[in-house]
């Protein structure tokens, strides 16, 4: 039976500004939705007020439940007839994000939600102020709503208390909050509201609320429904930390993220006590310079608790702290792992992997810490007959030997996932995993950003035509120009479904013989996004997508307008795909570019002031981890040198002006405790 198109996200692009979408416009992309689609997405499309209504007017004869209107460039305004329009809609999740809407387009929407259907409400970088979440809280009160996300709206103390008198009477159980100035005002605000509201999820990282803010909090969150509390970013401290602590028995919460609050040592011992009788099972505490004795301290307490899912990469523990936590991961419920970027060389890994076999661990992340071959030997060999099914190896600086070492003992283990994203390997992927990975459980394979190139993912897939790999991720390696051209061949011989070839400069005419081969393949979920297609590459391959058994493309990122859309949508009738964006990308200029990075340098330098300071004093000049390096740039395109110095230059200039800040403190309180004595 002929399925329907369920999910449309287009977006309007051209080259120096986006298109104008019309009323008109409106029309022709709501006339060709049929019954079954569910979800339009039209982000970053410069609507006009009149194309806003006309969207809503439209929407209201479709089975459309989700809609995304968010990063409108020039604003997005919603008059009172839209925000009527809206009741007559099926909407549940409508998402406004970084539209700059006005208290008024505030106030028209608040109107018109108790009639609407909408319970997912994403209203997150908008600036509302004081005076623009009075106009929406004050109708949020019996209407359906039920998660809302306020972050980057700059509520300050005045927002937030305008917004916790109303929060009595609605359904929410989700709450954004994050990054909104509460400070310990705010915090005083809404504190004592919680216990009268349905909420169950809080987030108020980057609020910057200090021990007064813990303090206040602590006091009533045994009065509240709260299971998920999300502090990163708060500057707690260790004093903060144990404030939270003690109510922690006589709460619901059993998800608590504590990341990047500078605890310590002195805060993993004001915790840990605290954890036992607690109903915590999810635990986040990166970047906390917990250092070895903090790890060993945590190592303590662990074994008396409910934790099923443990976080405490970034906090360079060392070998010692390695060796109490292995010792103590047997008595532990701890199913998944995070051990990312601690800096564990081959001894830590293996004080760790030899009580693999007693622990529950099911997911293992040793993301980011450069281990030597031995590590590997030891690290495979452990892994046999325990019950880890996803293994983590991303920026691992994995060498031939590493891998070899590994690969032996793969086909022993119960591994079914397995990520080495970002490790460069080139040819050796080929030539000493693939083999491997016949005999093997691994059915999802992560490769992304390993430079392979076009003749050895050809290989590579070639000797998978013997493995139960269905999921490959091959994002970012450099396939043109040869390209899909060159895996065309061998997909069909394999158990592969879904398919990523995302960031590879790929070409329309390059991707023609693979899209050919596409009807004698298994693959059902094939992500071509961030390539080179432009319309014209989409009227090139857009005919070979019937008789496919595809349920999901992407096509993001790859200068689609409403014509090359159109065209595709098209040539869609008769295919079984029920997901398709066709996303299309404006070129960013260089400047903004170079902005962006340099902008990420700040953000992480305060993060990373820790391993500049040990015992309160500052240390020698510092050198940025190689790990963090890594890490930052997971998810972010192939980045070359010049953007690495711009994000340098950005994290040094700002590292050193935290510095010399610590460095007054410490020489204050010198001066202040000689005139003590």
Excluded at 189 to 199: D, Q
Excluded at 432 to 455: F, G, H
Excluded at 636 to 651: M, V
Aim: glycine share 6%; charged share 20%; aromatic share 6%.
């Amino acid at each position: 039976m002929k399925k329907q198109h369920k999910l449309w996200d287009i977006y309007f692009y051209e080259k120096v500004t986006p298109q104008k979408v019309t009323p008109k416009k409106i029309k022709k992309i709501v006339s060709q939705l049929n019954n079954s689609a569910t979800h339009i997405s039209l982000s970053s499309s410069n609507i006009s007020p009149r194309g806003v209504e006309c969207l809503f007017r439209h929407l209201k004869d479709t089975n459309v439940t989700t809609l995304d209107l968010s990063d409108n460039l020039m604003g997005l305004h919603i008059t009172e007839k839209a925000s009527h329009y809206l009741k007559g809609t099926q909407i549940t999740n409508l998402d406004l994000s970084n539209n700059k809407l006005s208290p008024q387009d505030l106030k028209n929407l608040g109107r018109h939600l108790k009639g609407s259907q909408v319970k997912v409400l994403d209203l997150n970088e908008n600036k509302l102020c004081p005076e623009g979440v009075e106009s929406l809280s004050s109708c949020l009160q019996n209407t359906q709503v039920k998660c809302i996300d306020l972050s980057g709206s700059e509520l300050g103390p005045a927002g937030i208390q305008s917004l916790s008198t109303r929060l009595k009477g609605t359904q929410i159980t989700h709450l954004d909050l994050t990054s909104n100035q509460l400070g310990p005002t705010g915090t005083k605000s809404l504190s004592p509201r919680l216990k009268e509201t349905h909420i169950t999820a809080l987030n108020l990282s980057f609020n910057d609320l200090g021990v007064t803010g813990a303090q206040t909090l602590s006091h009533y969150l045994a009065e509240t429904s709260l299971t998920h509390l999300m502090l990163p970013h708060n500057n707690l401290g260790p004093i903060g930390a144990q404030k939270i602590a003690c109510c922690l028995k006589d709460t619901q919460i059993k998800k608590i993220d504590l990341s990047f609050n500078s605890l310590g040592v002195k805060g993993i011992e004001n915790l840990g006590p605290h954890l036992k009788g607690s109903r915590i099972t999810n635990l986040k505490l990166t970047c906390n310079n917990l250092g070895e004795k903090g790890v060993k301290v945590l190592s303590h307490y662990l074994k008396d608790t409910a934790i099923t899912h443990l976080n405490i990469s970034y906090n360079h523990f060392g070998l010692v702290g390695a060796t109490n936590l292995g010792a103590c991961l047997k008595k532990t419920q701890i199913k998944k792992l995070n051990l990312s970027g601690n800096g564990l060389d081959a001894k830590s890994v293996a004080e760790i992997s030899r009580h693999l076999r007693e622990t529950q661990i099911k997911k293992l992340n040793l993301s980011a810490n450069k281990m030597l071959a031995q590590a590997f030997t030891n690290l495979g060999g452990d892994l046999k007959r325990t019950h880890v099914k996803e293994l983590k190896l991303a920026y691992c600086q994995l060498n031939p030997t590493n891998i070899a070492n590994l690969n032996l003992y793969l086909n022993d283990t119960s591994i079914k996932k397995l990520s080495l994203k970002g490790n460069q390997l080139g040819s050796l992927t080929v030539k000493t995993l693939a083999p491997y990975l016949k005999d093997s459980l691994v059915t999802k394979l992560n490769l992304a950003y390993n430079k392979l190139n076009a003749k050895k993912a050809k290989n590579l897939i070639h000797q998978l035509t013997a493995t139960r790999v269905k999921h490959l991720n091959l994002c970012s390696n450099q396939l043109e120009p040869l390209g899909p051209d060159a895996l065309s061949n061998y997909l069909k011989d394999t158990a592969i479904t879904h398919l990523d070839l995302s960031l590879n400069g790929l070409s329309a005419k390059s991707s023609v013989p693979l899209f050919n081969e596409l009807s004698q393949t298994q693959i059902t979920n094939l992500n071509l996004s961030c390539n080179q297609f432009g319309n014209q590459g989409i009227r090139d391959v857009a005919p070979y997508l019937q008789g496919t058994s595809l349920t999901r493309i992407n096509f993001g990122a790859n200068s689609i307008n409403l014509a090359g859309a159109k065209f595709l949508a098209h040539h869609l009738v008769g295919t079984c795909i029920t997901h398709l964006y066709t996303i299309g990308y404006k070129p960013i200029s260089q400047a903004i570019f170079n902005n962006f990075f340099h902008h990420w340098g700040r953000c992480f330098a305060e993060m990373n002031c820790w391993y500049n300071t040990r015992q309160d004093r500052i240390s020698p000049p510092f050198q940025l981890p190689t790990e963090i390096i890594h890490h930052i740039f997971t998810y972010l395109a192939p980045i070359d040198r010049d953007h690495q110095s711009i994000f340098l230059k950005g994290y040094l200039t700002y590292r050193d002006k935290i510095l010399q800040k610590e460095k007054s403190k410490e020489q204050s309180l010198e001066k202040d405790s000689m005139k003590l004595n």
